[in-house]
Structure formats: structure tokens, C-alpha cells
């Protein structure tokens, strides 16, 4: 196949763009800055450039684009850099995939699309909710449409939080563990929808070959914990104490809007259509995924 990715320098697209080449598969970045070789191709989509070459010969196109929503306080200039970043990207890429009839767009969201459902169990037939990520995560699915409108099946990644030793949530909270700071936050009742790096690459990778699959497609581990759970779990893996416990209160004083809907809320959600399409985990609980992860 022939992929081009965008978002490929994130821990997502980074650990995808290695695992397709492994597999002989052709990769082309898509980059802001100048580009580095053959495999990559410029745009600007803060402006609206891309060069609609670039997708010609494409078979599927991925995009994982959007500056992280935990990388600053939420003013309102932040909120708006972190719609920005997904839906004015998604709508170009949308555009210029339908122009030239590319088979297959596999395009980031996120679980965040069901709001805080506290206890209740959500798949991907769940209704959207009503806070700034779920609203955000709807209109960037929305921002899609171009694509799905010209016929290309359009799969919506809904991703929650990635395991990685590397980069990402894990990395921040590792090291706050290492030096006995770790703990729950709030109550620790709140769901905490996670997957294994590598699964979620292998994810992207089956949706990409399985045509039959379209629409959303809740990327998490099959066994969703509450952060109290995780909380327990990272604490064993590396062998350290987690007696704390983070008040909300602190956390809406230090985060703000951030704290209610990123900390304190959470989605029980499972993997409906990827079961169902016979996708097999490597990290089916978050023991395994975290022990994966982390050298002990």
C-alpha cells in the first residue's frame, strides 16, 4: 500500500509510520516544515496549502493531527488551537482525498466524543455528548465529510489513552510515581479508556485492510478501568507507593475546565466493532499493558 500520514511526528504516528514501512509498505509524511526527502510532502493547514499531488496513487490516507489537550491551560485561545488543529487539518485533508477518489481516510478522534459517562458502558453506537471534547470531537468527525460524501470509506478512530513508555500520559505520570507521588485523582470512580501503543498501531493497520469497516471505531482495551484501578496498577508495575490522593478540588484550582472534563470524567468504553471484526489484542488488561511498557 501506499500511505500517506499526517500527524506522523506524534507517538502515534510515529510508532505507525515504523510499523508499515517494517511491513513493506510505502509511507509518504506529510510535514510543516521543509521537507527532509522523497518521502515527504509539505503543507500548511493553517492556510489551507497542500499540494493535492501528494495523495495521487495514495491508498489510504491517515490523519492523527492536533496539539495535545493536556500541553496547556485551557484559555480560550487554547481551546481554540485545540479545535483548530483537528477540524480546519481534517477539512483539507477531507477535500483534497475526495478530489482525487483515495480509497480510505482513517481519521483521529477520540472516546472524549461520549462526554462523562460515569459508570455507563459506551461503544460506538452511544449517543454524542455535550462537553468541549465531545463537541470538539464531533465536529472533527464532521470535518470528514468531503471524504465520505465522494464515496472513500471514512473509519473515525476514537482513541483513548495511549500506553507508551515513551511519550505521552504514562511518561508524565511515571515520573511523578518514581518519586512517591502517585495517587488517585478525585474520588477515582472516573473510567479511564486505555490501549497498548502497539495495539492501537495494529488497530489502524486492520482497519485499513478490513473494507467492510466504516464509521467510528472505539480504539481502547478491551477492559476499561477506573482511574482507582489504574491507579493500583501502575503502582505494582513499578513498584512503587501511590498513597495519594489528588483533591478535585486542586485540580480544578491548578487546571481549571481541563480538570472537570479531562481528570474527573471518564468513558467505559469498550471495543465493539473491532471484536466484532475479529481484531485480537496483544493487551487485553491494563496490567498487561502497563508491564509491557515499563522496564522494571
Given at each position: 500500500?501506499?500511505?500517506v500520514v499526517?500527524g506522523?511526528?506524534g ?13 513493506g ?14 518521502d ?8 489551507g ?8 496513487g ?8 492536533g ?9 480560550g485561545?487554547?481551546k ?16 483534497a ?8 481516510l ?8 461520549y462526554?462523562d459517562?460515569?459508570a455507563?458502558?459506551?461503544?460506538e453506537s ?9 463537541t ?5 468527525e464532521s470535518?470528514?465529510?468531503a471524504?465520505?460524501a ?5 473509519v ?9 513508555h515513551r511519550r505521552?500520559?504514562l ?9 512517591g507521588?502517585?495517587g ?12 497498548a ?12 485492510s ?5 464509521g467510528?471505531v ?10 482507582a484501578?489504574f491507579?493500583s496498577?501502575?503502582?505494582?508495575a ?29 468513558q ?25 511498557v515499563?522496564?522494571?
Open positions: 500500500m501506499r500511505v499526517a506522523s511526528l507517538l502515534i504516528g510515529t510508532a505507525l509510520v515504523s510499523s508499515l514501512r517494517s511491513d509498505h510505502e509511507v509518504v509524511r506529510l510535514v510543516r516544515r521543509p521537507t527532509a526527502g522523497p515527504e510532502a509539505r503543507w500548511d493547514p493553517d492556510r496549502d497542500i499540494s493535492v499531488s501528494t495523495f495521487e495514495a491508498d489510504a490516507v491517515v490523519n492523527l493531527c496539539v495535545g489537550i493536556g500541553d496547556g491551560r485551557w484559555s485561545a487554547y481554540q488551537l485545540i479545535r483548530d488543529s483537528r477540524i480546519l487539518a481534517t477539512d483539507l485533508l477531507s477535500e482525498v475526495a478530489s482525487v477518489g483515495v480509497p480510505v482513517a481519521n483521529a478522534s477520540a472516546v472524549g466524543y462526554g459517562c460515569g455507563r458502558v459506551v461503544d452511544s449517543p454524542n455528548g455535550d462537553d468541549f471534547l465531545a470538539t470531537c464531533r465536529d472533527w470535518a470528514t465529510k471524504a465520505s465522494a464515496g472513500t470509506r471514512t473515525l478512530l476514537r482513541s483513548g489513552l495511549v500506553m507508551s505521552g500520559a511518561g508524565r505520570l511515571r515520573s511523578l510515581y518514581s518519586i507521588l502517585g488517585r485523582l478525585g474520588d477515582g470512580r472516573q473510567y479511564f479508556p486505555w490501549i501503543l502497539e495495539d492501537e498501531v495494529d488497530a489502524i493497520k486492520f482497519l485499513l478490513h473494507t467492510e469497516i466504516d467510528p472505539n480504539l481502547t482495551g478491551p477492559a476499561p478501568v477506573t482511574n484501578e491507579t496498577a501502575l503502582a505494582r513499578l513498584h512503587r507507593p501511590a498513597p495519594w490522593v489528588v483533591p478535585s478540588f486542586a485540580l480544578s484550582a491548578v487546571f481549571g475546565e481541563f480538570a472537570r472534563v479531562g481528570l474527573l470524567a471518564g467505559r468504553a469498550i471495543p465493539t466493532v473491532l471484536e466484532g471484526a475479529g481484531f485480537e489484542f496483544r493487551r487485553k488488561t491494563i496490567g498487561e499493558a502497563l508491564h509491557s515499563i522496564e522494571v
